[in-house]
Nanobody, 127 residues
Framework: QLELVESGGGLVEAGGSLRLSCSAS????????MAWFRQAPGKDRRFVAR????????DYDDSAKGRFTISRDNGKNTVFLQMNSLKPEDTAVYYC????????????????????WGQGTQVTVSS
């Protein structure tokens, strides 16, 4: 069974940077897509970015494009989310998730399609 553990959250001032990590264990990540979602207080969980493990293809929500970068370390079974130019509206709990590669690009944007989740890590951006 795939286990995901996030780390790297914290408190940062607006304009600052954080790097989140998601360590995966329990099975091979080949054939999977890894993603980051976030959930702000009182709001639904929302897709942020994803990376296909085998070929490293990436995709981003518009809110993340140009500021966030998702990457992976094959040897360490770890996915990263580098977040730059952070804004107060980026404040949320960030979750790592995994899904078998899907046929539709839009399907990746729905958390309901993901079968494995981490416990989440809090990111707070002060103004």
């Amino acid at each position: 069974q795939l286990e995901l553990v996030e780390s790297g959250g914290g408190l940062v001032e607006a304009g600052g940077s954080l790097r989140l990590s998601c360590s995966a264990s329990g099975r091979t990540l080949s054939g999977l897509t890894m993603a980051w979602f976030r959930q702000a207080p009182g709001k639904d969980r929302r897709f942020v970015a994803r990376i296909q493990w085998t070929n490293a293809n990436t995709d981003y929500d518009d809110s993340a494009k140009g500021r966030f970068t998702i990457s992976r370390d094959n040897g360490k079974n770890t996915v990263f989310l580098q977040m730059n130019s952070l804004k107060p509206e980026d404040t949320a709990v960030y979750y790592c998730a995994a899904v078998r590669n899907l046929a539709s690009r839009r399907a990746y944007y729905s958390g309901a399609n993901y079968g494995a989740w981490g416990q989440g890590t809090q990111v707070t951006v002060s103004s």
